[in-house]
């Protein structure tokens, strides 16, 4: 059972547009991060958020944590082809040490 | 680089076989964490160690065990393997239970 239901599951935009991925799961996370992923690579941590109702920025990169730390989102502004990878949001539960509830992720493909 | 080791990269094995999946953590990491990543299933945690200790236990199967040795490399047994176990392995360390991991290279295991 996927705790995080990411969505769109897949996502091809032109350079230039804006997009939204959505993170949701009904269960409440102690904090909720952020990866990318290339093919062949690991995940590469992003970002992780703590507070409900948390906005944090990373250059053209907007994340919010819902006010009952049970949904985020990831925003891009202005997306360029160096975005194009594999967006996963994973949660941590309370009590878990770091055991990370991972979404099946976002693929995103920029093309110029 | 995230400082976080995975050997070997690539292992192609038969049904029934069984492997040994290796990990180094960062250096000072106490914490480490085994995930699967399978197309349909996502990322998936299976067991966190810290100094060598197990902690917390996700979907693992019987057929897998690990342990964390005294030096904290971390090795990953899968046994009696089955087609369905054909995955990328990462391994993941963090310095203590409660900040954030960072995830190796991953070893990509085919069962034929």
């Known amino acids: 059972t996927q705790l995080l239901e990411q969505s769109p599951q897949f996502l091809s935009i032109q350079e230039g547009e804006n997009l939204t991925v959505y993170c949701n799961s009904s269960?409440?996370?102690?904090?909720l991060q952020w990866y990318r992923q290339e093919p062949g690579e690991g995940p590469v941590l992003l970002v992780t958020?703590?507070?409900?109702?948390e906005v944090k920025k990373l250059k053209r990169l907007t994340f919010q944590f819902g006010d009952a730390r049970k949904d985020s989102s990831l925003h891009i502004t202005a997306a360029q082809p160096g975005d194009t990878g594999l967006y996963l949001c994973?949660?941590?539960?309370?009590?878990?040490?770091?055991?990370?509830?991972f979404g099946k992720g976002t693929s995103l493909l920029v093309t110029p | 680089d995230s400082g976080v080791t995975q050997t070997p990269k690539h292992l192609i094995t038969a049904t029934g076989q069984r492997v040994t999946l290796r990990c180094s953590p960062r250096?000072?990491?106490?914490?480490v964490y085994w995930y699967q990543q399978s197309l349909d299933q996502g990322l998936q945690f299976l067991i966190q160690?810290?100094?060598?200790?197990?902690?917390a236990k996700g979907n693992i199967l019987e057929r897998f065990s690990a342990q964390q040795f005294p030096d904290l490399h971390s090795e990953l047994n899968l046994s009696s393997l089955e087609l369905g176990d054909s995955a990328l392995y990462f391994c993941?360390?963090?310095?203590?239970?409660?900040?954030?991991?960072?995830f190796g290279q991953g070893t990509r295991l085919t069962v034929v």
């Open positions: 958020v703590v507070t409900g109702g």
């Open positions: 993941a360390s963090s310095a203590d239970e409660e900040t954030e991991a960072f």
């Open positions: 994973a949660g941590v539960a309370f009590n878990s040490g770091y055991a990370l509830n």
């Open positions: 269960s409440v996370f102690s904090s």
């Open positions: 250096s000072g990491d106490l914490s």
């Open positions: 160690y810290y100094n060598g200790e197990e902690r």
